[in-house]
């Protein structure tokens, strides 16, 4: 039982002490007026009454009712009902008012309370000042209070005839019970009768009606924001002009916060005199009257809640963080409903009768049972996570927050992160985490609804009729007895107020209220003490928790098989099976990403521990600390799924002996983990070790067999055990009936449990955070860590002997070293922290305290003593072994110069590499080593990446192809260590970015560079690969010095003219000396003349000098390959002139091969033999040529076949020889006025090579040329409208200002040309581009694109393929073509074989091309050397790729027209790349002097070189296209009549891909030998007889080379065939012929009647500009097939139809296509076994039955087509059934053997089954009646 009210209090108003106008309330009497022992009276009840301040007002108030609370020091609640009225002033008080002040209390009321206007008025002048009657009571009975204060002032103003000391004494010892559901009627002595009801449990909150009007004022937004910020600390103002409505409020916000309690400041209604106090800095809820509220503006962090307005006003630096989604939403959608049932109704079409609501006492329970559902399903299962960690003499209980956020999946919510780590949470903790006591509604909700609450959560009905079943629960706690007698109380009359009272409010007796409270406290101290009954019970601890919302973790949902492999990884580790444990590691490292498998690795790791300690050897010890350390680095410093926690017990267990008496714990490998320096962490496992060891110290030992010494999460392990909560309640029911000996027994048994866990973990955290390194870095950074802990310690205990004792270490311990001395002291205050918290708050005693106090610096001395030997003997262990060098494959004749230096190769900017849009995994950075020999510089290595740790990557280019070479400074991937590198760039496209490894030095890398260099740039040519290949490599090998050019100079001519007596016979060559102009061969040591006089004088024998002319054809067999060179095999095609003729020959011929060069006098850039002119002499041509640049005189190097006109190519015009030639302005014949020689010789030959041509007589033909005018040129106006027969394209610059006269036959066409220069330029940003060294700023296409268009590399493309396309032109319509551009040995020779190779289809083959290439670029002196750089000298000259951007212009026709080339894209790069290579002696040195000099054009007939590699790039083509079809187009179908007009737009253009693709699992794949990997295992059959087993191989992007991975249809079906000729013993077919033969069945299958167009498969008649090609590589069920479409009418039907059905026959069917036309003979065919001649086995073979030769002939298997004997059908007698004899098929049927009988002898036959045999019989049968 408890007093109804402990005080009544008379408040009247009274003067200001310091004279102002405002007045203060003064206690006029207050009853009991001594304080209750248990209860002292509140100060400051004055304030509260009027919390606007005491004024005096003018008019007569009525009476007003609120109850205000009070909370004392003791967090006590103290409720003062206060009842306000007004009685006029008294003179006394009216003469301390001024007027003055009786203005400012008028302006105060009118802001003040409610006024109703008075019905009578006052008199004029009369002040009323108000008087209060309060009581205060501690308990929640407003309707009580309001109904006896408003007895009392009825009494007062009515006059009743009652004492009114008898009421206010009944009232003061009036008692009710306290909660239980009891009801007592009460009565105060006026007649009165008031029933109290007490709610049933006192721990659930009263609300009335408080949280649904809160609700109606506010809305469900609002109040949903409130209630979080309430709960997540924030400050929370109401503002509201009614008193009462402000304490509703509040009181509604706390009841939605239950179970949590509020425990911060909490005003309902604050005085005005108090407004400062919302300045504080801690959380509060109050509330103010709205009056105020310009005084709450300026608050900054206040959240402002307007109950008159209905909004919540949140500042912009308060952030109020929301609910868990779905929770959210799911109570906001409930609210609704509870708030607005109509609104699920609003729709609908036929809405039902309109239900009643509830009423708001029903409602306001409704509301608070959703947030009593909202609680339990937030805090579901927190039980599990409570510590018990002291249960007796009280239970001392602690939350494990991590585990809780982590086991719900909440750790990265702020909202329930913030509600944790709150005081209501702390106090939630301590009253509810109680095992035993008495239990309400939330208890048995939380522990008993949550499986029913998640199965409503999709059905809005039944979350409704659960929170009405709630509702209903709560509504009964408050109104236990429905129907309650009603109260009988008076009330004063209306206005009664406004009535002239009699008198003021009488002073009381004290005397007689006293002597009344003194004899009901002597009655009460009579009675017995009425004691609370309590129902204690053990609280439910309800089902274990379960996430809250479903969340998978992303890719990491760890599947069985992902647990299966850590489980197998950790079991080869154990059992030594390192090789297997090091194939699964990567898998088990990215499984450890996930949850389970960490949880899984630590239960693993848990079996293998034995007595707390497992020794392993160091491979092993390496494995569980890289597993373990793996597991901790996703561990948040909270730990909150118990992965450091289960892992903490391992890392003091594993260990390895590293000497004797040494032993390295786990412990030392996992310290760089940020859990370990985390308080909390510490704490939560202490707690949980200590839960661990006194649950078993209450369970008997026949229950529990595990020692106390076991660790944490073994014990969790164990399902049938009571849980530590189960043994603590059982324990708090037990213990007021022990003894107080047994009692002080097992408090002490518990203290002592603590205090030994306490010493265990202080040795645990020292092993964790004392650092094994002991250099300085680390330990500061250890300190630096441990310094941010000790200042950010949220420890609540402040204890100063932790402080003391650290202290006097620091400056008392014996250390010398600082630096050791100073991370010990960091550590050991780290320890004394701890142990200072969890001691004290586990109520450890205070000598124990102090003795841990002094332990634990000696625990962490002694720790760090036997770390320093640890560390001694660690540092003496073999290093970490890398992984072992690669050794990449060589080349023969290929050495090895540098061997291996580790490096890692980098991510250069290429996406592909990296995994990025194409996807893939990331196979850079990798780690190996690179290798620099004779020939190329290659790395080889391994992905860092675990991954695809397995894969090999190999990128390598040659050495001749390095274009740039820079020192960098990288990270290197591993280690992140800053570390020198080397960026090498390759004109092949190849990019080596590489980090060199720590153990590489300097000078080792300083060495490479310079090996690099020199092999790079060799003094002279002699020093590069492809001529020392096959010589042993010696680095310091001397260069040719300049003595040595003597001998080499007279050896030089002695081959020169050797060769020339052989080549030419008797030539005439005079004696007389003569100069020809001074050449400017840059680096060609003597002068021409020199050279010549030399030779000509010194060598020649007197029989060469008789001027007979004629070449004797039997010198041909003698002559060497200069005859046989390129030129004049190609001449000799062309029919530009034969070596056979005799000089004197017919006129009518109009050129001839002129051998005027052999000696390479004239020009030296130029080959040995020349077509010139028939009429040119040539002597006049030395002279000729002195007009040229370079002596490069104009010589014909093709002719057209149908118009005859000539292409020619000289060197670009010497200015003065222009001038001479073009200016002759009056001359009526050329040449009159003309004294220079040269310049008329040279008027005589261009006029030589127009006469040579074909007259066309039609001068109105069109005039080519104009059409071209605008399309390609720009429209210059240089035409004439006669078509000239000659035209010149000269440069623009070159022929400025010449104007051709109109009489001459030929005609200027000024071009603009780039210079080599500039294609430099272009080819470095295009190298920049394709190859960029960094990753790009923004990824994506567009800044290729972007690199690709400043590089203009595919503008100078178009240009020179809109040159030739015109050039074309003009040859094709009968002009004659003179193409004199630069020095005529750049941009004229790509012209020129452009021009050649879309004009004749002979280029477009192999061998024509090659002829080509010969001709034009090695003949002609295409200076290779000079522009390669290939040698010292031309090292600043650099790299100019004109001969790749030919073969760029030749892949870009060969796009447009895939059908006109024999040879296939990968035969261009082949080209593109070894042209650079230097691994052949074709593209060395600058022109055919030079190779003659060296000895290179002629080598001996007789030479035998063996098995030496091929010198000559051709020669290794030939090789290779014998062994593979790498080289050939399958799509090739010529027309031979077919002039390519390919299109030159940049749009018609595409980047070449030899630019972008690289191969990294070999290497460059223009090394065949290299790129030839190990070949694929065949597929098996299966044993059960089935389908082969597939073996599927995935293909990666810029990994794989998928020409070799995935080959086309045809590569494979000739594999296939070349591979079952070999299985049958047959030596293969070379596939060229097997190509042919195919091509030749499908020529005559396409003809029927052997007549008319062939629409064969490969040979097309398209009358179109352009052939498109359909091909169809289809893969069939079993095997490849291949269709290939046309676009013609004729084939394109029936290809289709064909190509279906092709799809559906067998690999082995389509090897029919293969036999020859012998196949129409053929009747009836099939396999048959036949028995040898006597003594020889049965073979099967296949058998065909020839009607029309009457013959049965046999073969050795289907596509043999060598027969292999004929059994003539003329000679059988007979044919019978036969038997089976030895050695016959033995699963045959008896029946399937058959005889033939010869003249000549008996044939044995066996078919396969019995009706083919009857089939065979019938058809040999047949044909012999036939015949």
């Known amino acids: 039982m408890a007093r109804l009210a402990d005080y009544f209090v008379l408040v009247a108003f009274g003067p200001h002490p310091r004279g102002s106008g405002e007045g203060q309330g003064q206690i006029l009497q207050r009853f009991p007026e001594k304080d209750w022992e248990d209860n002292p009276f509140p100060q400051g009840i004055e304030l509260f009454c009027q919390p606007s301040g005491w004024q005096l007002c003018p008019e007569r108030n009525p009476p007003t009712f609120f109850v205000a609370v009070l909370t004392d020091i003791n967090s006590e609640r103290h409720y003062c009902a206060c009842l306000t009225f007004w009685e006029p002033v008294e003179p006394t008080q009216e003469v301390v008012c001024t007027e003055d002040a009786t203005k400012r209390e008028e302006e105060a009321c009118e802001g003040g309370q409610a006024q109703l206007s008075p019905t009578a008025p006052a008199q004029p002048g009369q002040l009323f000042a108000p008087k209060t009657l309060v009581l205060v009571s501690r308990l929640d009975h407003m309707e009580v209070f309001r109904n006896s204060l408003g007895l009392i002032y009825a009494i007062h103003v009515e006059g009743l005839n009652v004492c009114l000391e008898n009421v206010i004494g009944n009232l003061l010892t009036c008692t009710v019970p306290l909660a239980g559901g009891s009801q007592r009627t009460i009565s105060l002595g006026a007649g009165d009768r008031q029933v109290i009801q007490t709610p049933l449990a006192d721990s659930l909150p009263v609300s009335r009606c408080s949280v649904a009007l809160l609700f109606r004022q506010l809305g469900i937004t609002n109040v949903l924001s409130l209630f979080c910020a309430a709960l997540t600390e924030h400050k929370v103002l109401f503002l509201s002009r009614s008193y009462q409505r402000l304490a509703d409020a509040c009181r509604g916000l706390l009841a939605l916060l239950f179970p949590l309690r509020y425990s911060f400041t909490y005003v309902p209604i604050l005085p005005a005199q108090l407004l400062e106090v919302l300045s504080t800095p801690t959380p509060f809820i109050i509330g103010v009257n709205a ?114 956020l982590g086991q719900r999946g909440l750790v990265e919510d702020d909202f329930l992160m913030k509600v944790l780590e709150g005081m209501a949470f702390a106090g939630f903790v301590s009253e509810r985490g109680v095992p035993y006591r008495s239990t309400d509604l939330f208890d048995e909700l939380v522990a008993h609804e949550v499986a029913r609450m998640r199965a409503d959560e999709n059905h809005p009905q039944r979350v409704l009729r659960h929170v009405q079943e709630l509702a209903e629960q709560l509504y009964k706690n408050e109104n236990p007895y429905p129907a309650v007698t009603m109260h009988k109380v008076q009330r004063p009359g209306e206005a009664s107020h406004l009535r002239r009272t009699p008198r003021p409010f009488p002073r009381l007796d004290e005397g007689t209220i006293q002597w009344i409270v003194d004899q009901a406290a002597a009655k009460m101290q009579s009675a017995p003490p009425a004691v609370k009954a309590e129902r204690k019970t053990t609280v439910p601890s309800g089902p274990p928790m379960t996430a809250i919302l479903e969340r998978c973790s992303g890719p990491h949902i760890n599947s069985a098989r992902r647990l299966e492999v850590v489980r197998n990884c950790i079991s080869y580790v154990f059992e030594g099976k390192m090789l297997e444990a090091k194939k699964l590691l990567p898998a088990v490292l990215r499984a450890l990403k996930g949850r389970a498998a960490r949880r899984c690795l630590a239960q693993e790791l848990h079996l293998h521990v034995q007595q707390n300690r497992a020794v392993l050897d160091h491979q092993q010890f390496d494995f569980v600390v890289r597993m373990m350390n793996c597991c901790l680095q996703d561990c948040t410093s909270l730990d909150e799924h118990g992965i450091a926690a289960a892992l903490l017990p391992l890392v003091t267990a594993f260990c390895r002996k590293l000497s004797p008496g040494v032993t390295q714990f786990a412990y030392s490998c996992v310290q760089e983990h940020v859990v370990w320096s985390t308080p909390q962490f510490w704490e939560a496992m202490f707690y949980g070790d200590v839960q661990t060891h006194i649950r078993a110290l209450y369970l008997e030992p026949s229950e529990d067999g595990e020692s106390p010494s076991q660790e944490f999460g073994e014990a969790q392990y164990q399902d049938d055990q009571r849980s530590a909560l189960d043994v603590a309640s059982e324990q708090r029911r037990l213990w007021p009936t022990l003894s107080r000996e047994k009692q002080q027994e097992l408090v002490q048994k518990e203290e002592s449990t603590v205090f030994s866990q306490a010493i265990h973990y202080a040795n645990r955290m020292s092993y964790l955070l004392l650092p094994l390194d002991s250099s300085k870095s680390r330990l500061l950074r250890e300190r630096a860590g441990l310094g941010d802990l000790e200042s950010a310690s949220n420890s609540l205990i402040t204890n100063s002997m932790a402080g003391s004792v650290a ?38 005693t205070s000598d124990h305290l102090k003795g841990l106090h002094v332990m634990v610096p000696d625990i962490v001395q002694m720790h760090i003593e036997t770390l320093e030997a640890v560390h001694r003997e660690s540092k003496r262990l073999p290093p970490i072994q890398k992984p072992k060098l690669l050794r990449p494959r060589l080349l023969p004749g290929e050495e090895c110069v540098l061997d291996g230096l580790r490096v890692y190769l980098l991510p250069d900017g290429r996406e592909a590499g990296v995994g990025g849009s194409g996807g893939g995994p990331a196979l850079l950075p990798a780690e190996g080593a690179v290798f620099l020999t004779t020939y190329r510089v290659i790395f080889t290595g391994m ?62 890398a300083e060495l490479f560079r310079k090996q690099l260099h020199k092999l790079r740039y060799p003094p002279d040519i002699r020093g590069t690969f492809a001529f020392t290949l096959g010589l042993a490599y010696t680095p310091g090998r001397p260069a040719r010095t300049a003595k040595d050019k003597g001998p080499s100079l007279r050896t030089l001519s002695r081959n020169l003219v050797k060769n020339a007596k052989k080549t030419i016979g008797r030539q005439y060559v005079t004696r007389k000396k003569y100069n020809p102009p001074g050449l400017e061969h840059r680096g060609q040591p003597p002068s021409e003349d020199q050279e010549d006089e030399i030779s000509v004088s010194e060598e020649l024998e007197p029989s060469t000098l008789t001027p007979s002319s004629a070449l004797k054809p039997s010198d041909r067999m003698t002559m060497s390959s200069l005859v046989e060179r390129a030129c004049c095999r190609d001449y000799q095609r062309l029919g530009l002139g034969t070596l056979s003729s005799s000089l004197s020959r017919a006129k009518s011929e109009p050129f001839r091969i002129s051998p005027v060069n052999r000696m390479y006098a004239i020009c030296r850039s130029y080959p040995g033999l020349l077509i010139v002119p028939q009429s040119i002499q040539d002597n006049a041509l030395q002279r000729v040529s002195r007009c040229y640049r370079q002596n490069r005189f104009p010589v014909v190097c093709w002719r057209s076949g149908r118009s005859k006109a000539v292409l020619l190519r000289s060197g670009g015009l010497h200015g003065k020889g222009v001038v001479g030639l073009f200016k002759a302005q009056n001359a009526p014949s050329p040449g009159q006025a003309q004294a220079d020689s040269s310049s008329l010789e040279q008027e005589k030959y261009l006029q030589a090579v127009v006469n040579s041509m074909p007259r066309y007589a039609d001068s109105t033909g069109r005039n080519t040329l104009s059409g071209f005018s605008s399309a390609h040129m720009g429209g210059h106006g240089f035409l004439r409208p006669q078509r000239a027969a000659l035209y010149i394209i000269g440069d623009k610059a070159q022929l400025k200002g010449v104007r051709p006269d109109p009489l001459q036959q030929w005609e200027l066409v000024p071009i603009e040309v780039f210079e080599a220069r500039q294609v430099k330029a272009s080819f470095k940003k295009l190298l920049k581009a394709c190859v960029p060294g960094c990753p790009a700023a923004e990824p994506g296409p567009a800044s290729f694109l972007r690199s690709l268009e400043d590089s203009e590399w595919l503008i100078q493309i178009h240009k020179l393929l809109q040159i030739s396309v015109l050039v074309v032109e003009l040859l094709d319509s009968g002009s004659s073509v003179l193409v004199s551009l630069e020095d005529g040995w750049d941009i004229t020779t790509q012209v020129v074989s452009l021009v050649q190779l879309l004009s004749d289809p002979f280029y477009r083959t192999l061998e024509g091309f090659r002829l080509l290439v010969e001709k034009e670029w090695l003949s002609f002196g295409h200076r290779f050397s000079h522009r390669g750089a290939h040698t010292l000298a031309g090292q600043s000259s650099g790299f100019t790729p004109v001969f790749l951007q030919f073969l760029d212009c030749v892949h870009q026709v060969h796009l447009q027209f895939p059908m006109e080339f024999e040879f296939s894209q990968f035969y261009l790069k082949f080209l593109g790349y070894h042209h650079a290579s230097r691994r052949f002696r074709t593209f060395l040195l600058d022109s055919d002097y030079e190779r003659i000099e060296l000895g290179l054009l002629y080598e001996e007939k007789g030479e035998r070189r063996g098995q030496l590699a091929c010198r000559s790039v051709w020669e290794y083509v030939d090789r290779l296209s014998k062994r593979t079809p790498m080289f050939y187009n399958y799509t090739y179908a010529p027309e031979d009549t077919e002039v390519l007009r390919p299109y030159s737009n940049v749009s018609n253009l595409k980047v070449w891909d030899f630019y972008t693709e690289e191969t990294l699992a070999e290497g460059p794949p223009y090394d065949w030998e290299l790129a030839q990997g190990p070949s694929e295992p065949p597929e098996e059959e299966r044993p059960d007889g089935g389908a082969p087993q597939s073996r599927r191989r995935v293909v990666w992007p810029c990994y794989d080379s ?63 500009h352009r052939r498109s090609l359909g091909v169809y590589l289809q893969e069939g069920p079993v095997g490849s097939t291949l269709s290939l479409s046309l676009d013609s009418d004729q084939s394109s039907s029936s290809t289709t139809s064909s190509s279906r059905q092709a799809a559906r026959r067998s690999t082995s069917t389509l090897y029919s296509q293969f036999q020859t036309a012998e196949s129409e003979n053929r009747s009836y065919e099939g396999t048959l076994y036949k028995k040898g001649a006597f003594m020889k086995p049965w073979k099967a073979r296949w058998f065909v039955l020839d009607k029309t030769k009457h013959q049965l002939r046999y073969y050795d298997h289907r596509v043999d087509t060598e027969c292999k004997g004929i059994i003539d059908l003329a000679e059988v007698e007979a044919v019978a059934p036969g038997t089976p004899t030895m050695g016959a098929p033995k699963t045959v049927d008896e029946k399937a053997f058959f005889d033939v009988k010869t003249t000549r002898r008996v044939y044995n036959f066996c078919a396969q089954d019995v009706p083919s045999a009857q089939q065979w019989v019938d058809r040999i049968q047949s044909c012999l009646s036939d015949a």
Not at 974 to 997: E, H, I, N
Not at 1646 to 1662: A, E, F, I, M, Q
């Open 943 to 1004: 992905p860092t990446d675990p991954l695809v740790g397995e894969q090999v990557v190999v990128r390598s280019f040659p050495v001749a192809t390095l274009t740039k070479e820079k020192r960098i400074s990288v990270q290197t991937p591993v280690d992140q260590l800053l570390q020198d590198g080397l960026q090498l760039r390759s004109c092949t496209f190849q990019l080596l970015k590489m980090a060199f490894d720590e153990e590489v030095g300097s000078d080792s």
């Open 807 to 844: 202290e006097s270490y620091d400056t008392e311990s014996g250390f010398e070293d600082a630096e050791t001395c100073d991370v010990a002291g960091a550590v050991v205050r780290f320890i004394n922290r701890f142990v200072d918290k969890v001691c004290t708050e586990s109520g450890v």
């Open 291 to 404: 009056a105020f509220q310009a005084e709450t503006q300026e608050l900054l962090d206040v959240i402002v809640a307007d109950l008159d307005g209905g909004t919540v006003t949140v500042p912009e630096c308060v952030h109020i963080p929301p609910l868990p989604e779905p929770l959210q939403s799911q109570t906001h959608n409930v609210l609704s409903m509870v708030l607005d049932p109509e609104l699920e109704l609003a729709d609908l079409a036929f809405p039902p009768p309109t239900t009643s609501a509830s009423s708001l006492k029903m409602q306001d329970k409704e509301l608070r049972a959703v947030f009593l559902r909202l609680f339990a399903q937030l805090l579901q299962g927190y039980r599990w996570c409570l510590h018990i960690v002291r249960i007796h003499p009280e239970p001392v209980i602690r939350f494990h927050k991590a585990a809780f």
């Open 1602 to 1664: 998928r020409p070799r991975v995935q080959p086309d249809a045809i590569s494979r079906l000739l594999e296939d065939l070349q591979r079952l000729e070999t299985e049958l013993g047959r030596s293969p077919e070379r596939w060229k012929d097997t190509w042919d033969r195919v091509k030749a069945v499908q020529r005559l299958e396409g003809r029927p009647d052997g007549r008319g167009t062939p629409s064969s498969l490969l040979v097309s008649s398209v009358p179109h």
